[in-house]
């Protein structure tokens, strides 16, 4: 039989009912943790939500309030967190001219202060669960972006920087409590984030051209597809668990090879 | 004061005097390493640059070129002790000289690998080894020409992306271990064309779009010239860059800073 990976394990992700996020609490569960799954809504970014099992609390990461509510919640019924994937975000799809200042402060609030503030009210539950010298994991949320800039996505960029950039600083500070942070930054990957990408003002496929535009992505990637959010929670899943004891502080970037190569000229 | 000048005192009349600086630049013939010819020579260095071919005919009388394969020791002691016979000292090493086989690993021979690490790697490592036992004496400056495929791959050039990655790491190890001495720096030009350009373009299916699909994938809107890797190599020499070593300079018109997700092409 094989080993669950997570047993025992209590695990928080935020956003854990959009595209990405809900693949990890699948796949969390399945390795035999206990998972609460914060959103906005039952149902996140998708249409609807079959129970999977997880514990749902609703959550806006940009409040301290829900924030700290939603650990004491934690703490009252589990007294400790082993895992926390800081995977709730958003993505406003324009450049820094059409960009207003509440979208921007709106960007940074979900995916850098939405990350900073859950990490923060977890560090007291996470040492709590790293005194019996176990390995305890942050998870967060960079991209691809954050390293290379796809066009009409300025603040999202920016955000994503930013995440990588405290990722290493918490990576830091918290190591010597036994408590790991890394970063996850997808490429291409099939959440209604990227469909919204493509049927956006500025990526040039509304209408009859989408479908030109889809195949064209799948071809720039070095294995000729996009990536899945299953394929993202196999690494989630891998630094989540104590197969990962010694990684801490980098940035894992899964994206079917994209940055691998320089881009391509059609000649 | 103009970094250009070495400031001596003569021994015999105790005067101050400014010498022009002395340059190696390797694979100064064509292209980028001409580009860097032209610019030390209009700035008033001393150069002394070598390829494997004939002089170029139209190469400044007062530029000292020696033939020589950068991969064969013999040849690079030659073109050191040409410079030190001639000037003295050696300011700076910029290693230019470098060969591409547009084969994958698989499709690469014994013979490929013997040229393309012979000239990019054992080339850069026989010019810096020997132009080091002076240039630690006296101080100076190493420039290497590496490329974006050191970091991100070019398909089907194996030996070449690799080649420049071991360009890459020495240059750190160069900075890290002759420093204060020597700074070392590596330029990592992207797609610089010369009159190659056109006849590449001419080839393609389609030339205007293929022409217009390479440069919406370079931000500042054109491909690099010989000129603009000369510019950064010129600050890389000079006292401007005086705290700068042991770093990778991009110079590739923001190609690798975009995504090659670029819709507007689609």
């Not at chain 1, 820094?96 to 940074?108: M, R």
């Not at chain 2, 060969?99 to 490929?112: A, G, L």
């Not at chain 2, 080091?132 to 050191?150: D, F, P, Q, R, Y």
Request: negative net charge.
């Amino acid at each position: 039989m094989l080993m669950k990976m997570l047993s025992g394990k209590i695990a928080l992700v935020t956003g854990g009912r959009g595209g990405i996020g809900r693949a990890i609490v699948n796949r969390f569960l399945k390795e035999g943790a206990t998972v609460y799954a914060a959103d906005l809504t039952p149902e996140g970014s998708l249409d609807s939500h079959k129970e999977n099992g997880s514990i749902f609390i609703k959550l806006d990461v940009t409040s301290e309030k829900e924030v700290s509510t939603a650990l004491s919640k934690i703490e009252k019924e589990e007294g400790k967190l082993d895992i926390l994937v800081n995977a709730a975000g958003i993505e406003i799809e324009k450049t820094i001219e059409q960009t207003s200042l509440e979208e921007w402060n709106l960007s940074f609030a979900v995916n850098v202060t939405g990350t900073f503030l859950t990490s923060k009210h977890s560090l007291p539950l996470m040492r709590k669960a790293a005194k019996n010298k176990v390995s305890t994991s942050i998870i967060n949320f960079g991209s691809y972006d954050g390293f290379i800039a796809d066009p009409g996505l300025a603040a999202y960029c920016a955000t994503k920087g930013a995440v990588h950039a405290l990722t290493r600083a918490m990576a830091c500070d918290h190591g010597p409590e036994g408590i790991r942070v890394n970063a996850v930054c997808p490429g291409y990957v099939d959440t209604p984030m990227l469909q919204s990408f493509f049927n956006g003002e500025g990526s040039g496929g509304q209408g009859q051209n989408i479908e030109k535009l889809k195949e064209a992505v799948r071809d720039v990637h070095v294995i000729k597809t996009y990536g899945t959010p299953d394929d993202i929670a196999n690494l989630v899943n891998w630094l989540a668990s104590d197969e990962a004891r010694y990684a801490s502080g980098q940035l894992w970037i899964l994206d079917g090879g994209l940055s691998a190569q320089v881009q391509q000229m059609k000649l | 004061m103009d970094s250009r000048w070495r400031v001596v005192c003569s021994s015999s009349t105790d005067e101050i005097i400014m010498l022009p600086k002395t340059a190696i630049i390797t694979g100064g013939t064509r292209g980028i390493g001409r580009g860097i010819v032209d610019r030390f020579h209009k700035d008033g260095w001393n150069i002394v640059t070598c390829s494997r071919g004939q002089r170029p005919k139209d190469l400044n009388e007062k530029i000292i070129w020696e033939q020589a394969d950068v991969g064969k020791i013999n040849d690079t002691d030659r073109v050191i002790e040409k410079t030190i016979s001639t000037f003295g000292v050696i300011d700076l090493l910029v290693n230019n000289a470098g060969i591409q086989v547009e084969k994958n690993i698989m499709d690469s021979t014994d013979d490929d690998w013997d040229l393309v690490i012979g000239a990019n790697c054992r080339g850069v490592f026989n010019m810096c080894r020997a132009s080091l036992e002076h240039m630690t004496k006296t101080g100076g400056s190493i420039v290497n020409i590496s490329s974006i495929s050191a970091n991100a791959s070019d398909p089907s050039m194996a030996l070449y992306n690799a080649s420049k990655s071991f360009v890459n790491g020495l240059t750190r190890s160069i900075a890290t271990d002759h420093g204060p001495t020597i700074r070392c720096n590596a330029v990592c030009p992207g797609w610089v064309m010369t009159e190659m350009a056109d006849v590449v373009f001419e080839l393609a299916s389609n030339p205007d779009v293929a022409k217009k699909d390479a440069l919406s994938r370079h931000p500042v809107g054109r491909f690099g010239k010989p000129e603009d890797i000369a510019n950064m190599v010129a600050w890389l020499a000079s006292d401007e860059s005086g705290y700068v070593s042991g770093q990778l300079f991009t110079v590739d018109g923001g190609l690798t800073a975009a995504s090659p997700i670029n819709p507007g092409l689609f």
